[in-house]
């Protein structure tokens, strides 16, 4: 069953809109991990954001913040004040369990293609 | 400041033929990571190793081989290539922090 699912394969947005990605999780471990990750045309994947389970606050860096809502399993990533250089493929990713045994072993979903228009 | 350090960055090979991907990082992180991503899945784990010559499968790891024998290098192998394995490969490391991951830039490889 697919653990991570993101619902919108492509969107469009303007420059200095704001753009939410959805991201719906499936897990009945208690303590997990979600990520969010940039993959640009270039192919390179690029770390954006964390959020662990426990975490009260919801995440945020700089133009990045994730929306967290546990009951929900979801974990919605917010671009503030798009970009040109948003573009790209933005991947959300869960990690289950908090120990060392689940270090780097993400699922992850097939990804939403955002573009950025002038 | 190299990182990770992914080789070659596109090959070509035919089915059944061995193949081997390199990846070194200069982070001298414990734990390392081959993914494969392929159009409508993400991407998803091969192997991974949790420091020198400690190695586990991931979810998708039939068909290929890994060895760990230095912290800095962790070397993916397809023993006879098929074409489902047309692919783009990713070697990643983790400072065991968070867990998060930093990638190499990918190895595109193709199967014919």
């Known amino acids: 069953a697919q653990k991570i699912t993101q619902t919108q394969p492509g969107m469009f947005v303007q420059e200095k809109e704001a753009v939410t990605l959805d991201c719906t999780y499936d897990?009945?471990?208690?303590?997990?991990?979600l990520f969010w990750y940039k993959q640009p045309s270039s192919g390179e994947m690029i770390f954006l954001i964390y959020q662990g389970s426990y975490d009260q606050q919801n995440a945020t860096e700089g133009r990045y913040s994730l929306n967290f809502q546990k009951a929900r399993k979801s974990a919605n990533l917010v671009i503030s004040a798009s970009q040109l250089g948003d573009s790209a493929m933005y991947f959300c990713a869960m990690r289950e369990g908090m120990t060392t045994d689940s270090w780097g072993k993400l699922q992850f979903g097939a990804g939403t293609q955002v573009v950025v228009t002038p | 400041d190299a990182g990770i350090t992914q080789s070659p960055r596109y090959k070509i090979t035919e089915t059944g033929r061995q193949v081997t991907l390199m990846c070194h990082q200069t982070?001298?992180?414990?734990?390392m990571f081959w993914y494969r991503q392929d159009l409508g899945h993400g991407l998803r784990l091969i192997y991974y190793s949790a420091a020198a010559d400690i190695t586990d499968k991931g979810e998708v790891p039939d068909g290929y081989v890994v060895s760990r024998s230095k912290t800095e290098n962790f070397p993916l192998t397809l023993e006879s290539a098929t074409r489902s394995q047309t692919s783009v490969y990713f070697c990643?490391?983790?400072?065991?922090?968070?867990?998060?991951?930093?990638f190499g830039e990918g190895s595109r490889l193709t199967v014919l």
């Open positions: 897990t009945s471990d208690p303590s997990y991990g």
């Open positions: 990643a490391s983790s400072p065991g922090t968070i867990g998060e991951l930093f």
């Open positions: 982070w001298s992180h414990s734990y």
